[in-house]
């Protein structure tokens, strides 16, 4: 069994998309499924000239007839015999979120390559659901398979993590928010919640790592204000995010769309309570093992903040919990259901 896989999410930087690629590329060693990258090269990997790659270059270089897995939303229209995962339709639902170019190229492509695949996969049953009522997809050609997070975010060394708290001048107990910055990500209101709870700001910094994304209109903060108690540490190694993740006290990602949300469940690897929204595929994926608000409301992530920040026995049930809710996405369970999908079409 051999997989050719579309490769080229893995010129551009790491997000959730490129996380996932990643994780699902090491499960399928384990699982003895042969796979080859097949990557533009750099200058053809972005914009407009991505787009050519993928849809004029990409379907010539590999086998007749083989099977191609294009793991990051899209792919060759012409090329048939293809799985693709979806993982959201963030660009429909918000098209106000993303550049012009970037959505008029998604909606001419996606509707006819989900409907021309043979499978596609998808991360959640929202997404699955949004699928089915967008393109009268049949529910039969869409499996789920969720995700694992990879172990290295399971990092427990003390050590470790004050020395890259000391490289970054973190002094003081944090609350972390990890994400690109986009609408999104929802980080202004998170912000905006952080500013009404003054009393904690000597004692406590909030954390904000991302950077902006080349797909996206605008960062979705107000840079021009002066927000105490927080500091901006922009992209960071995959290395120092383990440990900034597992030094936090506490992990807000009030986000208003996800197909699936990685940080959740890095957060809840790295014993850290999560606060999240209650919105698209986040109770989906969080379970009862997050406290959940409406990301919508700046005064309801406040006082979840403020509930969090203020109670350790609270602290402590939502890590619990969450230790608890990995089990429903641990490496075997999500791997399987990659195999089986592989091997109906094989």
């Known amino acids: 069994m051999k997989i050719f896989i579309n490769s080229?999410?893995?010129?551009?930087?790491?997000?959730?998309?490129?996380?996932?690629?990643?994780?699902?590329?090491?499960?399928?060693?384990?699982?003895?499924?042969?796979?080859?990258?097949i990557q533009p090269p750099s200058f053809l990997s972005s914009g407009l000239f991505g787009y050519f790659w993928e849809q004029c270059m990409l379907p010539f270089k590999i086998p007749k007839k083989a099977l191609l897995?294009?793991?990051?939303?899209?792919?060759?229209?012409?090329?048939?015999?293809?799985?693709?995962?979806?993982?959201?339709?963030?660009w429909l639902d918000h098209p106000e979120w993303f550049k012009f170019q970037y959505v008029q190229i998604y909606k001419f492509i996606n509707p006819i390559l989900l409907k021309k695949c043979r499978l596609i996969l998808t991360v959640s049953e929202y997404s699955k659901k949004r699928m089915m009522e967008t393109f009268g997809i049949s529910e039969k050609k869409i499996i789920v398979t969720g995700n694992y997070i990879d172990e290295k975010f399971k990092v427990y060394d003390s050590g470790r993590i004050s020395a890259c708290l000391k490289k970054y001048k973190l002094t003081k107990p944090y609350v972390l928010s990890v994400g690109s910055l986009e609408p999104r990500k929802n980080i202004q209101r998170l912000l905006e919640a952080w500013s009404l709870l003054p009393k904690f700001h000597a004692s406590y910094d909030l954390i904000v790592i991302g950077s902006a994304g080349v797909v996206f209109k605008n960062q979705g903060i107000n840079r021009s204000k002066n927000y105490e108690s927080t500091l901006f540490l922009g992209r960071v190694s995959d290395d120092d995010l383990c440990f900034l993740y597992a030094g936090a006290l506490l992990f807000a990602y009030p986000s208003?769309?996800?197909?699936?949300?990685?940080?959740?469940?890095?957060?809840?690897?790295?014993?850290?309570?999560?606060?999240?929204?209650?919105?698209?595929?986040?109770?989906?994926?969080?379970?009862?093992?997050?406290?959940?608000?409406?990301?919508?409301?700046?005064?309801?992530?406040?006082?979840?903040?403020?509930?969090?920040?203020?109670?350790?026995?609270?602290?402590?049930?939502?890590?619990?919990?969450?230790?608890?809710?990995?089990?429903?996405?641990?490496?075997?369970?999500?791997?399987?259901?990659?195999?089986?999908?592989?091997?109906?079409?094989?």
């Open 8 to 37: 080229r999410c893995l010129n551009k930087p790491m997000t959730g998309v490129q996380r996932y690629l990643n994780s699902v590329m090491k499960g399928l060693e384990d699982f003895q499924i042969q796979s080859e990258l």
């Open 69 to 90: 897995w294009s793991p990051a939303n899209i792919g060759p229209i012409f090329y048939t015999n293809q799985v693709v995962t979806a993982h959201d339709l963030a």
């Open 256 to 346: 208003l769309y996800e197909g699936f949300g990685f940080p959740i469940l890095e957060a809840m690897a790295s014993g850290v309570p999560v606060l999240s929204s209650n919105i698209t595929s986040i109770p989906e994926v969080a379970g009862d093992a997050a406290y959940l608000i409406n990301p919508y409301s700046i005064d309801e992530i406040a006082q979840g903040l403020s509930d969090l920040l203020s109670n350790q026995d609270l602290r402590e049930q939502y890590i619990q919990k969450g230790f608890k809710q990995l089990e429903l996405f641990s490496r075997e369970k999500v791997m399987q259901k990659f195999k089986t999908a592989f091997e109906s079409v094989l």
